[in-house]
């Protein structure tokens, strides 16, 4: 059974750099795409970016400029930065594993999200 | 870059059945992905593909495609399942972005 666990700070002031760091446990590290997730309070589920396990990276054009995922492979982790950050950072920051292959039975692709963290509450406030 | 449309707020009489609908090009070469979040905890993956469910999903949950829309239903829906329902895809606009639902509010009445 895969799990993510994890961990970073949980207070920022005002253009600060976020840094967060997910473990995955028991199961392998490659074959997917490693995601990072955020939610602000009371709102819906936005995708910060993503990366696989040989580096290459995927990123929120809205978020590009700031942010920097990366692996270590020798850990079965990976990292989040968001540098500058401001209250509209100010969210739940999940990681999770996603899937992606093509179907040629169906002639569609599939992309899913199947195991999550638990998140972690960024706030930041001067 | 494609966008996902969702109904922000369903609701449903216990027992009975409902559906929920996600709208956006990229589901004409995607299948959505299902997820249900209850408040403070994180998503839960529930349908995925062109209908399949992870273990542990009640088999009351089941996804269905057709052209440019998901759709997730419920068949007798219990209170249990009152939440937030989110879908997404990849952006099939040539670029590999993630793309998320706004979420839809099921309420079970």
Redesign the interface.
């Known amino acids: 059974q895969v799990q993510l666990q994890q961990w970073g700070a949980g207070l920022l002031k005002p253009s600060e750099t976020l840094s967060l760091t997910c473990a995955v446990y028991g199961g392998s590290f490659s074959g997917y795409y490693w ?1 990072w ?1 955020r939610q602000p309070p009371g709102k ?4 910060i970016g ?1 990366i696989n396990h040989s580096g290459s990276t ?1 990123y ?2 809205s978020l590009k400029s700031r942010v920097t995922i990366s692996v270590d492979t020798s850990k079965n982790q990976f990292s989040l930065k968001l540098s500058s950050v401001t209250a509209a950072d100010t969210a739940v920051y ?1 990681c999770a594993r ?1 899937d ?1 292959f093509w ?1 040629g039975y ?1 002639s ?7 195991v ?4 972690t509450t960024v706030t930041v406030s001067s | 870059s494609s966008e996902l449309t969702q109904d922000p707020a369903v609701s449903v009489a216990l027992g009975q059945t409902v559906r929920i609908t996600c709208q956006g090009d990229s589901l004409r070469s995607y299948y959505a992905s299902w997820y249900q979040q209850k408040p403070g905890q994180a998503p839960v993956l529930v349908i995925y593909g062109k209908n399949n469910r992870p273990s542990g999903i009640p088999d009351r949950f089941s996804g269905s495609s057709s052209g440019n829309t998901a759709s997730l239903t419920i068949t007798g829906a219990q209170a249990e399942d009152e939440a937030d329902y989110y879908c997404n895809s990849r952006d099939s606009s040539g670029n590999p972005h993630v793309v998320f639902g706004g979420g839809t509010k099921l309420t079970v009445l």
Do not use: Q, R
Request: aromatic letters at 30%; glycine letters at 12%.
């Open positions: 995601s997730i819906g589920l936005e995708w993503e995927n929120n054009p999940y996603a992606d179907s169906s569609y692709y599939y992309y899913y999200m199947d999550w963290g638990k998140g």
